[in-house]
Structures are given as structure tokens and as C-alpha cells.
């Protein structure tokens, strides 16, 4: 059974930073493609950032310069270094993998930021 949960969300100031970590388990990790996505209130869920095995990245051109998304195969672990937050980054943020063509999701976790 393939997991993934998301931690690290909370409330931070404007011109602030988080740190999410997205923690997978039944799978494969070294060999798969992990991304982030965010929803904010209202709005359609949108792709953020995400990482090859090899470690080549990619990300929302909203994001690039601020976010930083990373890998650590010995804690099967994702990380999403979020720094220069503005208030427009408030979302919910979700963890995604892709195994044999099915996808799976965390359950997501809130980040605020306040003006």
C-alpha cells in the first residue's frame, strides 16, 4: 500500500519560509517521480514543483527562486524549501506520486501566509 503524507505546514509571516516534507511509504522510492501541488481556497489545484530520481527539478514559474524542491532516499523523504512567501502562496499543499499509472496523494497540509 502506497502512502504519502505531508508535514510542515502552519502560519508564517509574509517574507517568511516553511519547510514541507513529504514521507512515502510502499513503494519504490528511489525510482519515483515526486511532486508538489497546492489549492487554495476556491481556486482549482495547481502543480508547484517536482523531482526526477535522478534529481532534475522543475517548478511553477509563480514559485522559481523561492521554492526548492529535494530528495533524501535514506528517509524517503521529499522536501519543499519554501522561502519569500507571500500571502498568495496560502494554500493547502499536497505530496503526488505516479506508480503503474495510478496516482497517489497525501492528504495535504496548510500553509498560511498573513500580510
Known amino acids: 500500500q502506497v502512502q504519502l503524507v505531508e508535514f510542515g505546514g502552519g502560519l508564517v509571516q509574509a517574507g517568511g519560509s516553511l519547510r514541507l516534507s513529504c514521507v512515502v511509504s510502499?513503494?519504490?522510492?528511489?525510482?519515483?517521480?515526486i511532486e508538489w501541488y497546492r489549492q487554495a481556497q476556491g481556486k482549482q489545484r495547481e502543480w508547484v514543483a517536482g523531482?526526477?530520481?535522478?534529481?532534475?527539478?522543475n517548478y511553477l514559474d509563480a514559485v522559481e527562486g523561492r521554492f526548492t524542491i529535494s530528495r533524501d532516499s535514506s528517509e524517503n523523504t521529499v522536501y519543499l524549501q519554501m522561502n519569500s512567501l507571500k500571502p498568495e502562496d496560502t494554500a493547502v499543499y499536497y505530496c503526488?506520486?505516479?506508480?503503474?499509472?495510478?496516482?497517489?496523494w497525501g492528504k495535504g497540509t496548510l500553509v498560511t501566509v498573513s500580510s
Open positions: 503526488k506520486t505516479v506508480i503503474r499509472r495510478v496516482d497517489y
Open positions: 510502499g513503494s519504490t522510492f528511489r525510482s519515483t517521480f
Open positions: 523531482i526526477t530520481s535522478g534529481g532534475s527539478t
